[in-house]
């Protein structure tokens, strides 16, 4: 492996073009994009934009299970993705999808958390040791030995987050994990997925369409439209710009009304992520 | 309706029967089901019923193998009948009967005590290929998840004004159309996702995968073993020599 200096980005898009077999339209064109460690990255747009897409090309289910036509390249963490063998790449970049009981499929927690490990073959004290820690940092010990049918969908995208953990990658890409979730328990995933950026420096690429559920803890937004990238910065350089709406992305009220405020003069100092900010900001003597 | 889905549903019940080694319980079961097959009297038939029914409370599943039982009895009765009918007269009917209990009895006895997982380290035991026992596995995690699925359809379309149990045979066959189609494409779109996470997390990507359980036979289960087959041969023995009344 290449020696990486700090400056090497954990993922880079090159001029990745993408169309599924037997399909006219290209899914993706042209698209350039580099990740850095430890970022959380939000991945926005439309409906059809081709985000998923874009995920699977990251950890090669493009163009390993679907074929096409694909132009340019990946690289995440110095592999380039269509030569790496999938197992290989499981290990290095986790999935987390959107329908938490489609991910599930053993009869017990803890033996669902260890099938990444046991399809690596790992020796079975190696796998009970990963699955006993993954299980106390996700707080999910109790749960060890239930059945899938017994848990919350909340708990089961925690015990499918669990088992990609377990696997130790260094990138995990979530889509739309929270839009079969009610508000309270996405937004106790969207704690883990920061505490679990903090604690293990784990750099995360989430497709979210309520925005504001991650804005407070995203570092950069990247929007798509149409299968390129048309927006990328901070969420604040993002969505108080004005094209960002023409996108198809809504914005979340605090940066609407401070985009609001900015334009009738009254620029606050600092813009704020969440309305809690927001109402720090605007009592500011 | 939803408790035929929930039926299939394995629950977890801690006993000193269920946390036997599987190939015990399993080899407890044939032992049943052999007896079963050779008794020709009515009452070394009740005997082997009564055992079952002693196991299954052992296994603190009385309640799970008695449905089971309970349904079996429909078709008891039916084999009771025709047997009756032929002329094979009421002991040797009552006898048949009684066997069909029995054999369903210590299939269900294995069934019910055995949790999917362990299932699956038997036939990892028996060297079946692992692609086989996956695919078994996922059956039979997801075909629950699929009845749920289909009464929930049933649900919203009986709520959208469709009615299943009107009209006769082919019009309530026709009404099913509106139920499966949605059924299957949903299937179709589960197993698509399965397939992606199965392959997100590395599945065949080594061809020595390791399991986080393993079987082995403790003294415990060593012991059941022996006191199972000295019961086996006894049963067998008394089989042979000796005849009961009825
Ligand atoms: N398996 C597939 N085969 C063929 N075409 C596909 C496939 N999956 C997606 N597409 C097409 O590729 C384009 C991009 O789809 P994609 O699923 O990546 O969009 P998306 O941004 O994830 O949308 P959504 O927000 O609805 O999930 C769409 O035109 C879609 O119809
Ligand atoms: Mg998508």
Redesign the interface.
């Known amino acids: 492996m290449a020696s990486k200096g700090p400056e090497v980005p954990l993922l880079s898009v090159e001029g990745l073009s993408f169309s599924y077999l037997d399909s006219p339209r290209a899914a993706l064109t042209d698209v350039n994009l580099k990740i850095n460690r430890g970022e959380i990255v939000i991945l926005a747009g439309q409906s059809g934009c081709g985000k998923s897409t874009l995920l699977r090309c990251v950890n090669g289910l493009i163009p390993h299970m679907y074929p096409g036509d694909y132009k340019g390249r990946i690289v995440v963490d110095g592999d380039v993705v269509a030569e790496t063998p999938m197992g290989k790449l499981a290990q290095m970049v986790g999935f987390l999808f959107q329908n938490p009981e489609n991910q599930i499929f053993m009869f017990s927690v803890e033996r669902d958390i260890a099938f990444g490990l046991e399809n690596q073959g790992l020796p079975r004290q190696e796998m009970r040791r990963r699955v006993d820690e993954v299980m106390g940092l996700l707080h999910i010990e109790p749960l060890a030995l239930r059945p899938p049918h017994e848990l919350s969908d909340g708990q089961k995208q925690r015990v499918a987050l669990a088992g990609i953990i377990a696997m130790r990658p260094n990138l995990v890409i979530l889509d739309e994990p929270t839009s079969l979730l009610d508000p309270k328990t996405a937004s106790e995933l969207v704690s883990l997925v920061s505490k679990l950026n903090k604690e293990l420096g784990i750099t995360f690429v989430i497709v979210e369409h309520r925005l504001e559920l991650l804005t407070p803890i995203a570092d950069r937004i990247v929007v798509m439209d149409k299968g390129r990238v048309v927006m990328e910065g901070t969420p604040t350089e993002v969505l108080t710009n004005p094209a960002s709406s023409t996108h198809g992305l809504a914005i979340p009220p605090v940066f609407s009304l401070y985009s609001e405020l900015a334009e009738r003069g009254s620029r606050l100092p600092r813009a704020p992520l969440t309305p809690e900010e927001m109402a720090q900001e605007l009592n500011a003597p | 309706m939803y408790w035929l889905a929930s039926g299939l549903?394995?629950r977890?019940v801690v006993s000193p029967f269920t946390k036997l080694d599987p190939r015990i319980k399993l080899l407890i079961a044939i032992e049943f089901f052999v007896l079963s097959l050779l008794a020709s009297s009515v009452i070394g038939v009740a005997i082997i019923i009564a055992s079952i029914v002693a196991v299954a409370a052992f296994a603190r599943s009385l309640r799970r193998v008695g449905r089971t039982v309970a349904f079996s009895l429909i078709f008891a009765t039916f084999i009771f009948v025709l047997n009756l009918w032929i002329g094979l007269g009421l002991l040797r009917s009552l006898t048949f009967a009684l066997r069909f209990i029995a054999i369903i009895g210590s299939t269900s006895i294995f069934f019910i005590t055995t949790?999917?997982?362990e299932l699956e380290q038997i036939m990892k035991w028996m060297r079946i290929p692992r692609d086989v026992v996956?695919a078994f596995?996922?059956a039979v995690?997801f075909i629950?998840?699929v009845m749920l699925d289909a009464f929930q359809i049933m649900d919203a379309q009986k709520s959208r004004g469709l009615e299943l149990e009107k009209g006769g045979l082919l019009s309530r066959v026709r009404n099913l159309i509106p139920v499966l189609i949605p059924l299957v494409v949903n299937s179709v779109i589960?197993s698509g996702?399965?397939?992606?996470?199965?392959?997100?997390?590395?599945?065949?990507?080594?061809p020595?995968?390791?399991?986080?359980?393993?079987m082995r036979l403790r003294w415990y289960d060593k012991a059941v073993l022996v006191l199972s087959l000295a019961v086996f041969v006894l049963a067998l023995y008394i089989y042979h020599f000796y005849t009961f009344p009825f």
Do not use: H
């Open positions: 549903l394995y977890r949790s999917p997982d996956f596995v996922t995690r629950p998840v589960r996702e399965l397939a992606e996470a199965m392959e997100s997390r590395g599945y065949g990507s080594t020595k995968p390791t399991s986080l359980y393993g």
